[in-house]
């Protein structure tokens, strides 16, 4: 009976500690996040810790239309050579609407 409370007790003050140590030590996630087209898709975030890319509409002269995405990139992006970029394929030249997704 002592080992089992005592057991549990152990459990329990475990439990509060890494509790309190992930909610202490948690990073905000990505905030401040602006997506463009000029004349390519941008993508970036100015605060946060986590990742952003870019998410591109492109359209051919048909009104069909496909999405391409720029590569995963770390927050907050401080230099426009840390965006997302990506470029419409020649299938479907026409830059419709850029966003942005991000993930922690």
């Given at each position: 009976m002592r080992i089992l409370r005592t057991l549990?007790?152990?459990?329990?003050?475990?439990?509060a500690l890494a509790s309190s140590t992930l909610t202490g030590t948690a990073l905000a996630a990505p905030s401040g996040c602006v997506a463009i087209i000029n004349p390519i898709g941008h993508a970036w975030c100015t605060?946060?810790?986590?990742?952003v890319r870019?998410?591109?509409?492109?359209s051919n002269d048909y009104t069909k239309k496909t999405i391409v995405y720029g590569p995963w990139k770390?927050?907050?992006n401080p230099s426009p050579y840390d965006y997302s970029h990506k470029r419409c394929p020649d299938s479907h030249p026409h830059h419709m609407k850029a966003e942005y997704e991000t993930k922690s």
């Amino acid at each position: 009976m002592r080992i089992l409370r005592t057991l549990t007790i152990a459990a329990a003050a475990v439990a509060a500690l890494a509790s309190s140590t992930l909610t202490g030590t948690a990073l905000a996630a990505p905030s401040g996040c602006v997506a463009i087209i000029n004349p390519i898709g941008h993508a970036w975030c100015t605060k946060g810790s986590g990742f952003v890319r870019v998410k591109v509409t492109c359209s051919n002269d048909y009104t069909k239309k496909t999405i391409v995405y720029g590569p995963w990139k770390s927050t907050p992006n401080p230099s426009p050579y840390d965006y997302s970029h990506k470029r419409c394929p020649d299938s479907h030249p026409h830059h419709m609407k850029a966003e942005y997704e991000t993930k922690s």
